[in-house]
């Protein structure tokens, strides 16, 4: 099996923090499997502590003094020999130009693009424009997260489109290895921004709050994450006026360190997600995952994967129904032989379908297929 | 460009050049050997056949001024006048390419009613499942705006509305036509003025041949029959996958490359499909496929793959039997 000379560049200056999510990891875990080299191009926006996690990547550092996609262009010019395989993530306008420059350059090289986008924005790409369909035309393969976008997609771009789901990359996790349910507490956990109107924390604590007086033994609601100064004050007033619920309910603030973090999905049997739009399935959900939690999920795009259909987890579809959400909730906390079981099935699940390594596997033999076409034309 | 009327003539004329259209005919008086309207018309004390032309010219020339194909209107026209005038049944003609709002088609309407009323000239909207809603072989003469859809398959699906002996007339701006065409083109009764091209097709059996062969319909059963053949050889090696035969090493690849063909193949027959759910369903047991591979070569212990891909590949096979073969 051939050997990549494999490139990442993103459509803005990378962050530290993005080093360990599906724009970066993706990538990488391909170099891992079948690379010959990996390469990071992108200006520097500060330290990259996160490379260590990185063994054998090159980052290389594009020039402050143009803009970040003039300046990639300029590096593909000049390195295109040096990449058999680039990595893009969006389908963003700023692209165009770069992927047609390296197409040009090297016609037998072959351009993956991992979507990273809903439905919504699926719906306002500029197909109209000449230059956004040869961009598309120049990626070879492209994946979005969800299956019912790639359905969407199959629609209305008529073109194969591969369903590639936000993923895990065990090693990053050692201690989802040794996690047994019977460590785990009454806890449902929530990550992520609280306070945004993405993340829509505070329909989360009306269906706690809705479930609580048929709750058989007591759960604590423990909600991770940084507080936007709205949601502390409706937090506030929301303890006021349900004093009995008030000590059940942690705010925890923002945890940078992922150890604590994890400490908290190992505790945790179920993690709501009561979001009102994902851009595929969150990290935050692959990680409560593989810690066997059970997801309780609002109807997000990628909601159907994140559960096999309901299997392995549970979808509220409607993000404004309260009831809903805390009716699902409670039948959950009440079903412990569910969440006992589902704790296995749930990591089972997740290995087979999220595993990044596996994935990686089915993008080898995508990209040995598109290179033996390019190699044909 | 400008159309110029006169009482004997009908021309185009741009930058000093000028391209005779039509000259009023001196006809010998027919009026004692025959009662049809068109002479009857022709000889009547009110509009002659000649007035009304000249008057559908000025409209033309009046309505379509800032019309790119203002001179390729003339010219279709031109061409027209002497079948609509051959006989006096009632024409049945077609407009495909300029959307069924053109000022030019309605102004061919009236020239066509007044020799008949019983003709009619259909301006088909732009899509190609309008050229389907046609009987065919129904169609005197066929207008085609080629700039619009300029794909082989669709003018040969506007060549099998064509009655036998009828025309079709091919309109276009551009310098060139499409290199498929060129063949089809060159059998062509040629016009040209300025940017403007019109070829006159006759349809006789040699251009309906063509049709049948290049039109969509050849193409969806070509297509189909590829699809059905692509799917019993995938059906056997999936089979054979799941019974655990012992297979070449490049067994999984090859069904990976099938799939993919399949794929593109579903995806060019799109707008034909009835389940458009299936180019998806072929990418999903192309994915159980990949997932089984994976797991030979990187094995997990785990059962559920090969549980996908039974549940994959009876989806993919139902549909395609369901879709091509019910």
């Given amino acids: 099996m051939k050997k990549y000379k494999m490139c990442m560049i993103p459509a803005s200056p990378l962050e530290n923090v993005q080093l360990l999510k599906d724009r970066v990891l993706l990538p990488y875990v391909c170099y891992r499997l079948f690379g010959e080299s990996f390469s990071i191009v992108t200006q520097s926006t500060g330290d990259y502590p996160y490379l260590s996690y990185l063994e054998g990547t090159d980052f290389i550092s594009l020039p402050e003094e143009q803009p970040h996609m003039e300046a990639a262009v300029s590096y593909v010019s000049g390195h295109s020999q040096d990449i058999d395989l680039l990595f893009l993530f969006g389908a963003r306008g700023e692209y165009m130009e770069l992927a047609h420059t390296y197409k040009s350059l090297r016609p037998d090289g072959v351009i993956y693009l991992k979507l990273d986008t809903n439905i919504d924005w699926a719906n306002a790409y500029p197909l109209h424009d000449q230059n956004f369909s040869v961009f598309l035309e120049d990626c070879d393969i492209i994946s979005c997260e969800t299956r019912k976008l790639q359905s969407f997609l199959y629609k209305k771009w008529l073109r194969p489109v591969e369903y590639i789901p936000n993923g895990v990359w065990y090693p990053l996790y050692p201690e989802a290895g040794d996690v047994q349910f019977a460590d785990k507490e009454n806890m449902i956990l929530t990550v992520g921004r609280l306070g945004t109107a993405q993340k829509n924390s505070m329909m989360l604590l009306y269906a706690y709050a809705l479930a609580f007086p048929s709750l058989k033994e007591p759960w604590e609601l423990v909600m991770t994450g940084s507080v936007t100064p709205e949601f502390q004050a409706e937090y506030d007033r929301f303890c006021k006026e349900f004093p009995p619920l008030a000590p059940h309910i942690h705010l925890t603030g923002h945890i940078s360190d992922k150890q604590t973090l994890y400490q908290y999905y190992k505790k945790a049997r179920i993690f709501a997600l009561p979001s009102r739009g994902e851009g595929g399935s969150p990290n935050v959900f692959s990680e409560a995952a593989i810690f066997g939690c059970t997801v309780l999920t609002t109807g997000v795009d990628a909601a159907p994967d994140m559960t096999d259909n309901g299997r392995v987890g549970r979808i509220s579809p409607d993000p404004e129904d309260v009831k809903g959400f805390s009716k699902e909730l409670l039948s959950l906390c009440q079903d412990p032989d569910y969440l006992a079981r589902n704790f296995h099935e749930i990591r089972s699940y997740m290995r087979a379908y999220f595993d990044y390594e596996r994935l990686a596997g089915r993008l080898r033999s995508l990209v040995e297929l598109q290179s033996l076409k390019r190699r044909r034309s | ?326």
């Fill in chain 2, 1 to 326: 460009m400008r159309i110029i009327t006169t009482d004997t003539c009908v021309s185009l004329e741009e930058d000093g050049q000028v391209f005779t259209l039509l000259e009023k005919p001196a006809l010998p008086d027919y009026s004692n050997i025959t009662k049809r309207p068109y002479f009857s018309v022709y000889y009547s004390e009110g509009e002659t056949v000649w007035e009304r032309l000249s008057c559908s010219m000025a409209k033309f020339a009046d309505f379509c001024r800032d019309d790119p194909y203002l001179g390729c209107y003339g010219l279709i026209l031109r061409r027209l006048y002497p079948m609509l005038l051959s006989d006096n049944r009632a024409k049945n003609l077609a407009a495909y390419g300029a959307g069924t709002d053109c000022m030019a088609y309605r102004v061919i309407q009236d020239f066509m009613t007044f020799l008949h009323t019983g003709s009619a000239l259909t301006a088909l909207a732009p899509s190609p499942f309008s050229l389907t809603a046609v009987s065919p072989g129904s169609c005197a003469a066929l207008l085609y705006r080629l700039d619009t859809f300029p794909a082989p398959a669709a003018v040969c699906d506007a060549i099998n509305r064509i009655k036998s002996g009828g025309l079709l007339l091919l309109y276009t701006v551009k310098e060139t036509v499409p290199a498929d065409l060129a063949a089809l083109c060159a059998k062509a009764k040629k016009d040209s003025f300025g940017p403007c091209t019109l070829y006159s097709l006759t349809v006789d059996e040699a251009v309906m041949d063509f049709a049948h062969e290049n039109g969509s319909e050849a193409f969806v059963l070509a297509r189909a029959s590829e699809i059905t053949r692509r799917a019993d050889d995938l059906q056997n090696l999936v089979q054979a996958m799941l019974a655990d035969t012992a297979l070449p090493d490049d067994a999984w690849f090859i069904a990976v490359t099938i799939l993919q063909q399949t794929e593109e193949l579903l995806l060019s027959l799109y707008d034909y499909l009835e389940n458009d759910e299936l180019p998806v369903h072929a990418n999903a047991l192309k994915e159980a496929v990949l997932n089984c591979y994976v797991e030979m070569c990187r094995p997990c212990g785990l059962t559920a793959f090969r549980d996908k891909l039974t549940q994959s590949s009876e989806l993919f096979f139902t549909a395609v039997e369901q879709e091509f073969l019910t």
